[in-house]
């Protein structure tokens, strides 16, 4: 018994401290909204990391994915609204580029990309 238990010991403490030491943990980004832009328009992450959209501004935006679109990303036709003072996370578990727009500023140009490695 003792034996099987210490087999399962080592490899356990091994990945506690993978975990705790950061190199399998995922990093999380923010992408500021205000003055009709995404702040940065483009961002290059890892698969499985967080990027949070926040609206800075005193108007309000939504966002939505066209052409390709990570997994439960909002889509042109259900756009996430994000109103004044609040946020929306979204985890990239997918590598690909995935471009995105407010589509209430659209004509204001308020579009960005997410690359995904």
Sequence with gaps: MLA????WTVPALFTLSLLTSGVLQSAEYKVGMQDWLFTPEELTIS???????LNDDNANHNL?????R???APTEKKPQ???VGKEYSLVFNQTGVFKYVCKIHRR????GVITVK
């Design 108 to 111: 204001q140009d308020m579009k």
């Design 70 to 72: 990570p997994e439960g």
């Design 47 to 53: 698969a499985g990391d967080r990027v949070t959209w």
């Design 81 to 83: 609204d994000i109103r």
């Design 4 to 7: 099987a238990l210490n087999r």
């Design 64 to 68: 939505a994915f066209y052409e390709v």
